[in-house]
């Protein structure tokens, strides 16, 4: 599982010099939060109307040379949510809403389909935010952009200590092979006891990572070495990329380009 989550490849990945990683956090931030709001409004039946969406995380990783691979694995590590909250719609929805040749795709399974495509799609577009600008930048752009310091500094603290948690969870776990002969199954009670070990082992270590941190004068503060500046280059790109969401928000590009496409081949 930590092989899949790698949860620090996408803050390594910020540290790349491109020209999407050298865009001020704060336009990238927008962006994006533009784009989840403008994807989250379609309805539930609206799935050919988000296909053009798929740009946007597609142009900023061809850009700023994020691979693809780590941005799956993380999020078919988090479609199990996704998948909770859609899978019984085909059962208690079957209302037919189009045929596919000889199938009928009933209302439920469209929904279900919009629910994951969604999910995907601002799942996506968050990693490769924090891929292309780093988790620190990120956290002092958005305390920029008017999110409460606190806030910001609690964003990045939740992303930090998620290493004390993996590191401290990866100790207990070669402790526990070593002590039962590499056996799997453990009882219930075992895993129970494992986890409250964790929360208090994990408590201890951010106890004094902290007092480590006031000792050495850390006041709230996200401070960064070379401050962003919001330029043309910036304007630029959240001009154009929210003007894009608003076009593909307004009109159905997929069934536009579908229709003339068939238009022309006839």
Request: net charge positive.
């Amino acid at each position: 599982i930590a092989h899949w989550i790698e949860i620090g490849s996408m803050d390594e990945l910020g540290r790349q010099d491109t020209p999407v990683h050298r865009l001020d956090a704060r336009a990238k931030a927008a962006v994006t939060l533009v784009f989840i709001a403008v994807v989250m409004s379609f309805g539930r039946h609206e799935l050919s109307a988000l296909t053009p969406f798929a740009l946007y995380p597609l142009a900023l990783m061809a850009a700023g040379r994020i691979p693809l691979q780590p941005v799956l694995r993380k999020i078919l590590v988090a479609a199990p949510f996704a998948l909770v909250v859609g899978i019984f719609n085909p059962l208690l929805d079957r209302a037919p809403l189009a045929h596919l040749g000889p199938w009928v795709i009933t209302s439920g399974w469209m929904s279900f389909a919009s629910i994951m495509a969604r999910f995907a799609l601002t799942v996506g577009a968050a990693l490769v935010l924090v891929a292309c600008t780093g988790m620190y930048r990120l956290s002092a752009g958005l305390e920029r952009l008017g999110l409460p310091r606190v806030f910001a500094t609690q964003l990045l603290f939740l992303y930090r200590y998620l290493f004390v948690v993996a590191e401290e969870g990866s100790t207990m776990r070669r402790s526990v092979e070593l002590r039962s002969g590499g056996a799997r199954a453990l009882p219930l009670r075992t895993y129970g006891s494992l986890v409250g070990h964790l929360l208090l082992r994990s408590l201890d270590r951010a106890d004094r990572i902290h007092r480590a941190m006031v000792a050495r004068g850390f006041d709230g503060e996200v401070r960064l070495l070379r401050p962003g500046r919001f330029g043309w280059s910036e304007a630029a790109f959240v001009a154009g990329w929210i003007s894009f969401f608003v076009v593909a928000r307004r009109w159905n590009l997929a069934d536009l380009l579908g229709r003339a496409l068939t238009g022309w081949s006839a």
